[in-house]
């Protein structure tokens, strides 16, 4: 029988452990915008689940004056001084004149952002590309964690060519395995995968998905949406590389229930967004944990 101190030692042991590992987070906040930002109730909770988050890819900013992003960063930063977050945004993207932005609001004490780019490129003018909006790639230096260097590409299909576009972000994966010469990639956002836009049949043709070197860690029986009348696994994480596969922690990838944790209505949480956000851990450095619990 295990000692009650040794049991206490191991908690202590694995609550600091935790403590140094990595969330990554992405959460479309529908028309995230003006209103949205001008709404104190719905911005203490975005704030809320924001600052849970060491990176997080929001979504669905449409912000014509430029000042919802800015009003985020600076109550984000005064309600967490224990940390500096940056952020990092994309122009406003769509073909016509639906236009929404990608926003990277990170930790810039836990993590770097060494390089970025859009796929397709802005400057290739080509009306026939496949993406109602090119993906937002960034690649990462994490000093706290298992694996160190990987790549992210987020994306917001479009829901009516969600399918197409899943399955040319596996071309997509492979520009950046390229030019980066990194097998460690993560996907993720809303791809609209489930429900009323994909068929199971076409799921299972993807090549993100018949390719046993991707881990889709968000899986098709999770719900994303807030709404009691839908049950669909819209928001998802796809994870490639043998090292950023094991420098995941176990169970840790799951939606996170806003609604339930901060004891809100639906409507109140429909105010906030129709999604919740996706999140997954990354395990800490070994060398890390160990020089900083001594």
Same mark, same amino acid.
């Given at each position: 029988m295990r000692s009650p101190v040794l049991l206490m030692c191991c908690l202590g042991v694995f609550m600091i452990a935790t403590s140094f590992s990595l969330k990554i987070c992405a959460f479309n906040i529908k028309s995230f915008g003006e209103a949205k930002a001008n709404n104190k109730n719905v911005m203490v909770i975005l704030i809320k689940i924001i600052s849970r988050c060491d990176l997080t890819l929001i979504q669905e900013v449409r912000d014509c004056k430029g000042e919802a992003i800015p009003a985020l960063m600076m109550m984000l930063n005064r309600f967490d001084k224990s940390h500096m977050y940056a952020h990092l945004e994309s122009k406003r993207l769509g073909k016509k004149t639906y236009k929404e932005q990608y926003v990277y609001i990170y930790r810039k004490d836990m993590l770097q952002v060494q390089e970025q780019f859009y796929y397709p490129d802005l400057s290739e003018k080509n009306e026939t590309e496949v993406f109602s909006r090119p993906a937002l790639i960034i690649r990462i230096h994490s000093p706290t964690t298992f694996v160190k260097n990987f790549a992210i590409i987020g994306h917001h299909t479009s829901p009516k060519h969600a399918?197409?576009?899943?399955?040319?972000?596996?071309?997509?994966?492979?520009?950046v395995k390229k030019k980066w010469k990194i097998e460690n990639v993560m996907l993720?956002? $809303?791809?609209?995968?489930?429900?009323?836009?994909?068929? %199971?049949?076409?799921? !299972?043709? /993807?090549?993100?998905?018949?390719? #046993?070197?991707?881990?889709?860690?968000?899986?098709?029986?999770?719900?994303?949406?807030?709404? $009691?009348?839908?049950?669909?696994?819209?928001?998802?994480? %796809?994870?490639?590389? !043998?090292? /950023?596969?094991?420098?995941?922690? #176990?169970?840790?990838?799951?939606?996170?229930?806003?609604?339930?944790?901060?004891?809100?209505?639906?409507?109140?949480?429909?105010?906030?967004?129709?999604?919740?956000?996706?999140?997954v851990d990354l395990k800490p450095s070994h060398h890390y944990f160990l020089r900083n619990e001594l």
């Open positions: 399918m197409k576009e899943m399955e040319e972000l596996f071309g997509v994966f492979q520009v993720l956002g $809303d791809l609209n995968a489930d429900c009323g836009y994909v068929t %199971i049949k076409g799921l !299972k043709n /993807l090549r993100l998905r018949n390719d #046993p070197k991707f881990h889709w860690l968000i899986t098709d029986e999770q719900d994303t949406t807030v709404r $009691d009348t839908t049950h669909c696994a819209y928001d998802r994480i %796809i994870v490639h590389g !043998k090292e /950023l596969i094991s420098g995941i922690v #176990p169970e840790s990838a799951q939606p996170f229930d806003f609604r339930k944790e901060f004891s809100l209505t639906q409507q109140e949480a429909l105010d906030v967004s129709d999604h919740y956000p996706v999140e």
